[in-house]
């Protein structure tokens, strides 16, 4: 199983992102896909839940700002999460996964390559 993230860097407050990350080894048609970070000397949290049907799930503080979104063609298997009008708070890795049970707090597989964004003037 391979989830790798991709996409962040560093943007003033205001800026925008778009996160990427390729699944490969999933059931990616057959899973839900959420997207969670990991600020610093914080707990890892969950931000966002598409499931196959494209139903949307977002954490309150980044409701409006950001937008999970799936492409489910078989050479792609990408969850994406488009920022916006990012905030120093939104600083964290960011990382996708299955999310397990049903809810948020658990996942399916190991922790994958995570992505570092950072939000500075």
């Known amino acids: 199983v391979q989830l790798q993230a991709s996409g962040g860097g560093l943007v003033q407050p205001g800026g925008s992102l778009r996160l990427s990350c390729a699944a490969s080894?999933?059931?990616?048609?057959?899973?839900?896909m959420a997207w969670y970070r990991q600020a610093p000397g914080k707990q890892r949290e969950w931000v966002a839940t598409?499931?196959?049907?494209?139903?949307?799930?977002?954490l309150d503080s980044v409701k409006g700002r950001f937008i999970i979104s799936r492409d489910n063609a078989k050479n792609k298997n990408t969850v994406y999460l488009q920022m916006n009008s990012l905030k120093p708070e939104d600083t964290a890795v960011y990382y996708c996964?299955?999310?397990?049970?049903?809810?948020?707090?658990?996942?399916?597989?190991?922790w994958g390559q995570g992505t570092l964004v950072t939000v500075s003037s």
């Open positions: 996964n299955v999310p397990a049970y049903g809810g948020t707090a658990f996942v399916r597989y190991s």
């Open positions: 080894g999933i059931r990616f048609n057959l899973d839900d």
């Open positions: 598409i499931n196959l049907g494209g139903s949307i799930q977002v």
